[in-house]
């Protein structure tokens, strides 16, 4: 399989995708475009009619949309084992990801994805709640699973759709309330597939005015 990413630095949505096949030990061939440029609009074009990242490519069948993609992932390759065993716990789970993977636009807008930086934001009050409800719901989560370090217990594709947001908040300095929520901050921080994606974007030299929000710390 081939996964066509933008640059690490930037791009929540390839990181997505990304840490879906990375985090299961799945193997792929990466291809990275740098975003915003003619090659990145002409190379997705043979792929997918939206000209946006990331793109599955699995022998001839082109699936585009994070989402998409991690649901392909776990038919194919992950036996189902991708998310929750318990039926109550994998709805959960769907639930949580379908509000991320369609909302949180204050989130989205007004703190976007930049890995290797540190800077501070003034957040609006709609970014407020937002943070404030995934704070609450992360917490929720940890506090009633506890048989693992991640939302549902062991890493499933509900943790590869909010490692965008960990990476965001370390990025701004955003404070969680509570110990649960904070030590699964620090988890997926730690985990390998989430410190790779980092080493490599801070050697990236590519700048995207549009991901440079805020000011530097």
């Not at 081939?2 to 061939?29: H, T, V």
């Not at 649901?71 to 039926?87: M, Q, S």
């Not at 992360?138 to 509900?158: I, K, M």
């Amino acid at each position: 399989m081939k996964l066509i990413i933008a640059n690490k630095n930037y791009s929540s949505w390839s990181l997505r995708g990304w840490m879906a096949l990375k985090a299961f030990n799945i193997p792929f061939e990466e291809i990275k475009l740098s975003l915003s440029t003619e090659a990145f609009y002409k190379e997705l074009a043979q792929y997918t009619p939206i000209g946006k990242v990331p793109v599955l490519l699995d022998g001839d069948l082109s699936i585009w949309d994070s989402l998409a993609i991690c649901e392909y992932i776990n038919e194919t390759y992950l036996d189902g084992k991708g998310w929750p065993a318990d039926k109550h716990l994998r709805a959960r789970a769907r639930s949580i990801v379908a509000d991320m993977h369609s909302g949180f636009f204050g989130i989205r807008n007004e703190m976007p994805m930049n890995c290797r930086a540190k800077r501070r934001v003034e957040l609006s009050d709609q970014a407020k709640k937002e943070v404030d409800t995934l704070d609450r719901v992360w917490t929720e989560l940890r506090q009633h699973t506890p048989n693992g370090p991640y939302l549902f217990g062991e890493f499933s594709l509900a943790d590869a759709f909010f490692a965008p947001v960990i990476f965001r908040f370390k990025t701004y300095g955003i404070e969680l309330s509570d110990a649960a929520a904070r030590d699964y901050q620090q988890t997926m921080l730690a985990h390998p597939a989430m410190k790779s994606w980092l080493e490599d974007s801070v050697i990236e030299t590519d700048i995207v005015e549009a991901g440079e929000a805020g000011k530097p710390v």
